[in-house]
């Protein structure tokens, strides 16, 4: 990894809307057609991209060529891609195309075998029944991805996932296990997370009240092997990350541990293989036919042109239900951001809300919304040709839906197609008048097709490194730092101070006196507030404290 500095990425770049070549992308999203009549399909590793429901044009690509140009997008996509510093406000490089490289470095390789020899042993020992996995957010939606999407009918391992702070997660996770055959798996990248220790500590408990050394049951993956270690985790049960490995783009490190134990270590080797793949397709691709390009392009128009607050990511495989949060955090946890990297307002709207669920679930959830409600939201329909299952007609229908709604978004119905349509059905005209306009979809909705040709891992890794680069491509185009995440700091740190104020008091009369202050200061003198809190906060930390 080289050690060159980040000035220039802070410093030479102009501010986006000052840019000609920004005016000129704009001016031609405008100026040319909403809806797609020309078929427009990008062939990429393990899927191919069905651009048509986009806005596009000559000119529109052209001017978005030249946009990538002025964003020095060429020399950013190399630095990402030879672990150079891009993550700016972190110092720090974002290589997680390293892990996936057919070559990687010694370490890299090392770590890599170590992870694949401990899953041999245990597959031979046929040890750990259960797994229990604990980790949040980069730490817990890969695996629960992978997991789901290739041990969807079950697997010899029940894997059990553990996230949330709330008790239930823990409970429900433990509930029911034998803790002789239980391996827990505590994943961490900095290994402070107050969710994954807290619910580690729970774990180890009962492991203990089973008359067990938790130190056999439990095994951590992390960039701070000390902290595991300090917390009582043998060296030999420690995989590592790096520091240089987002978290929200662990899932190709020894973060995958419990996926290698539920799916197997050749799921891992194919989602690398896919990755890798769409790394090189990135990386050579000419611009136009640059699938991740091409979509980020799609997304700044959508976003920052035409307004749309929000994508929608509809899977139409059920394999793929955790896509949706995965893809969720990858994109807002990334482009949540509105500052570029000198510090200055982007000065137009950024990272949209993503959202979805699986078709044709979603269809009888939202898609009334989608159709004819007054916003909608750009839409990345995915699905796969081959079924991998043996009923037919489910997959034709579950096609079908996929493309009709696809059709229905992009088409609309105008009135007087809507009216026709009443009349047909043998409606007056007085009442085919009124009820005409419910009928109307008004069509142009912007989306994306996405088709593996079957859920493979292959196609898999591919797909997610899709969304990486995508992610990436839109962060260079708006100048924003598409890897640091402060604004999950700040909530962190109150929550620290928040759980401090919420326990308990020592007697009752402290009690009442913590009452008073805290109902007279949030009544009468908030300037005079003994703590940074607003009332409501101090009113319910009163009410909730115990
Ligand atoms: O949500 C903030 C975040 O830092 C994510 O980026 C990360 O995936 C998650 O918390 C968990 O962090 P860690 O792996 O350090 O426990």
Known sequence: ?????????????????????????????????????????????????????????????????????????????????????????????????????????????????????????????????????????????????????????????????????DG????????????????????????????????????????????????????????????????????????????????????????????????????LAGLRMGAAAMDAHFAQAPLLANAPVRMALAGIVNRSILGHGSLNIAPYDSRLANLVPYVQQLDMESLGKSVDLAGRPVGVPTGPAVWGMPGTDAQHTFFQWMHQGSDGAPVDFILCSQADHHWASHHRQLLANCLAQREALMRGKTLAQARAECLAEGLTPEQADWLAPHRVHPGGRPNHLIVLPRLSPYSLGALLALYEHRVFTQGVIWGIDPFDQWGVEYGKVLARGIAQALQPVASEARWDSALDTVAQTAATRPADRPSDHDASTCHWIAQLRG
């Open 168 to 267: 239930h997660a823990i409970e429900g996770g433990l509930a029911g296990l034998d803790p002789r055959d239980t391996l827990v798996v505590l994943v961490s990248k900095s290994f402070t997370t107050s969710e994954t220790l807290e619910n580690g500590a729970r774990a180890r408990e009962w492991l203990v009240a089973a008359g067990l050394d938790p130190a056999d049951h439990l095994v951590a993956v992390t960039a701070r092997p000390e902290r595991a270690r300090a917390w009582g985790i043998p060296e030999a049960q420690i995989f590592r990350l790096w520091d240089w490995v987002g978290g929200r783009f662990s899932i190709w490190s020894a973060v995958s541990l419990t996926t290698a134990l539920s799916v197997g270590s050749d799921v």
């Open 1 to 165: 990894m080289s050690n060159a500095p980040s000035r220039f990425l802070v410093t030479a770049r102009a501010p986006l809307t000052e840019l000609p070549a920004w005016k000129r992308f704009v001016v031609a999203a405008q100026t040319c057609a909403a809806r797609a009549d020309e078929l427009d399909l990008i062939e990429a590793p393990g899927l191919v991209l069905d651009a048509s429901g986009q806005r596009h044009a000559p000119e529109l690509l052209a001017a978005g060529e030249a946009l990538l140009e002025a964003r020095g997008f060429a020399e950013q996509r190399q630095r990402l891609l030879a672990g150079d510093e891009v993550n700016v406000t972190e110092h720090r490089a974002a290589w997680h195309t390293i892990l996936r490289a057919p070559t990687a470095p010694t370490d890299v390789q090392a770590e890599r075998e170590r992870m694949d020899a401990w899953v041999r042993r245990a597959d031979a020992e046929r040890r750990w029944r259960h797994i229990v996995h604990v980790g949040i957010g980069g730490s817990d939606w890969g695996v629960r991805l992978a997991v789901s999407a290739f041990g969807y009918a079950g697997t010899w391992r029940d894997v059990r996932f553990v996230a949330n702070i």
